[in-house]
């Protein structure tokens, strides 16, 4: 069985656009037989990393810090794929960089020059071997993801491991009006389900879903108009 892991990286935790994507990609992971952990960084109170490197030199492998990631860490150590969820602020929330820094103690600093860039990997006993990004945001484009995937990605090259793609939903706020699910948001989130079924099943996500998913809801122009209706000058 396929062990995931999915952290959550929303300062709205379970009731933000991220996890609304986040949810049915992992129900659809279940679906295939997959296992899948998440968890929400708001919740456990993630406290940002101190940068003195004690798990890479003094102790290795080892946080120092005592607060919520330490009931992640050996989830993390079990899990084979690693789901990283967040919104697209500028460009990440606190919640989510804090999350990024603490994943060091799992990186090993055994360092190799690959294709001219210095790389690390994970330690014995750390199976992910795959990192998938689930990105919501709130501009039209999905160019506005541009950094976020280049984030997750760098983070999978350093530790040796795949980037096995980005599910971007822009414009999420769209998919529901007065609190429900419009039309094309209930289509969206079956196509997000197939996407993890796909995961697990293929071991990757067609082009032709991540697509899908990140279809425009409006042309640009509407969207445009509606941010600058709300603006206060």
């Known amino acids: 069985m396929v062990k995931a892991v999915a952290i959550n990286g929303s300062p709205r935790a379970e009731k933000g656009n991220t996890a609304m994507i986040m949810i049915p990609f992992i129900a ?33 492998g080892v946080c120092y ?7 992640v860490y050996p989830s993390l150590r079990r899990a084979e794929i690693l789901i990283l969820a967040t919104p697209v602020y500028i460009p990440l929330p ?16 055994k360092l190799q020059t690959r294709e001219g860039r210095t790389r690390a990997r994970f330690r014995d006993g750390v199976k992910i071997r795959k ?18 995937v280049r984030i997750a990605r760098e983070f999978a090259e350093d530790a040796s491991i795949e980037f096995a793609g980005a599910v971007l939903r822009p414009h999420a706020f769209l998919m529901k009006q007065q609190g429900e699910l419009t039309k094309d948001g209930a289509r969206i989130l079956e196509i997000v389900r197939q996407a993890g079924r796909e995961l697990v099943k293929n071991g990757r996500i067609a082009k032709e879903t991540l697509d899908l998913i990140a279809g425009p809801l409006v042309d640009r122009e509407e969207l445009l108009q509606r941010y600058n209706r709300a603006v206060k000058s």
């Open 28 to 60: 659809g992971m279940k679906d295939a037989g997959a296992e899948v952990e998440a968890f929400y960084a708001k919740l456990i109170k993630i406290k940002p990393c101190t940068g003195e490197m004690h798990c890479w030199y003094e102790k290795p």
């Open 65 to 71: 810090i005592q607060d919520g990631m330490q009931k």
């Open 94 to 109: 606190g919640e989510m960089q804090n999350i990024m820094n603490r994943l060091c103690p799992l990186v090993i600093p």
């Open 131 to 148: 990192v998938v990004l689930v990105a919501t945001g709130a501009w039209y484009e999905k160019e506005n993801f541009d950094t976020v």
